[in-house]
T-cell receptor, first 114, second 114 residues
Framework: GAGVSQSPSNKVTEKGKDVELRCDPI?????LYWYRQSLGQGLEFLIY????????KSGLPSDRFSAERTGGSVSTLTIQRTQQEDSAVYLC????????????FGPGTRLLVL | DQQVKQNSPSLSVQEGRISILNCDYT??????FLWYKKYPAEGPTFLIS???IKDKNEDGRFTVFLNKSAKHLSLHIVPSQPGDSAVYFC?????????????WGAGTKLIIKP
């Protein structure tokens, strides 16, 4: 596809369950970002991948959160033992290379933890 | 500590008039600023940006003004159109942040009245 895609678009889960969120960046984009947007808040940075370099995990809120990027393309964000405060829209963005400020966003995954 | 602040959660403007969206920041190391627009159920899309070496950047109906001494930027939309109704996010990049992480405001919901 031409843009960043994310799946699922919506996810409802029970507290304590694990969830996996997927992001397909724009082909050829080496930089990939995960953000979280809680209700009424701005975008909160979670993690950043650049090529084959070690990811910047400085934004992950707890060790229940982890992310992988396989083959420099698709990324998966995993939340273990979900809590109600994890409910948010999880957004993925990619950019052509590190330092290119314009990030292209996917539509997001709306996560609701009951 | 909110480094990028959008103090107006919402703004209502008559169609055809000027919309002015404001953003304040606290970090003097920010060197690049961006505005993104977000429709419901979609990811943010890039709108316009400005480097800290400039005080104005114009693109069609959209103009961004930067006042470095006041640590303030604004987005002007003239004339406002119904399709401009969306949430607008201000974002800033720190020159010291090697991962080019963007710091985001909480957004302002713009409503254009017919």
């Amino acid at each position: 596809g031409a843009g960043v895609s994310q799946s699922p678009s919506n996810k409802v889960t029970e507290k304590g369950k694990d969830v996996e969120l997927r992001c397909d960046p724009i082909s050829g984009h080496t930089a990939l970002y995960w953000y979280r947007q809680s209700l009424g808040q701005g975008l909160e940075f979670l993690i950043y991948f650049q090529g084959n370099s070690a990811p910047d995990k400085s934004g992950l809120p707890s060790d229940r959160f982890s992310a992988e990027r396989t083959g420099g393309s698709v990324s998966t964000l995993t939340i273990q033992r979900t809590q109600q405060e994890d409910s948010a829209v999880y957004l993925c963005a990619s950019s052509l290379r590190q330092g290119q400020e314009t990030q292209y966003f996917g539509p997001g995954t709306r996560l609701l933890v009951l | 500590d909110q480094q990028v602040k959008q103090n107006s959660p919402s703004l209502s403007v008559q169609e055809g008039r000027i919309s002015i969206l404001n953003c304040d920041y606290t970090n003097s190391m920010f060197d690049y600023f961006l505005w993104y627009k977000k429709y419901p159920a979609e990811g943010p899309t890039f709108l316009i940006s400005i480097s800290s070496i400039k005080d104005k950047n114009e693109d069609g109906r959209f103009t961004v003004f930067l006042n470095k001494s006041a640590k303030h930027l604004s987005l002007h939309i003239v004339p406002s159109q119904p399709g401009d109704s969306a949430v607008y996010f201000c974002a800033a990049r720190s020159v010291r942040n090697s991962n080019y992480q963007l710091i985001w405001g909480a957004g302002t919901k713009l409503i254009i009245k017919p």
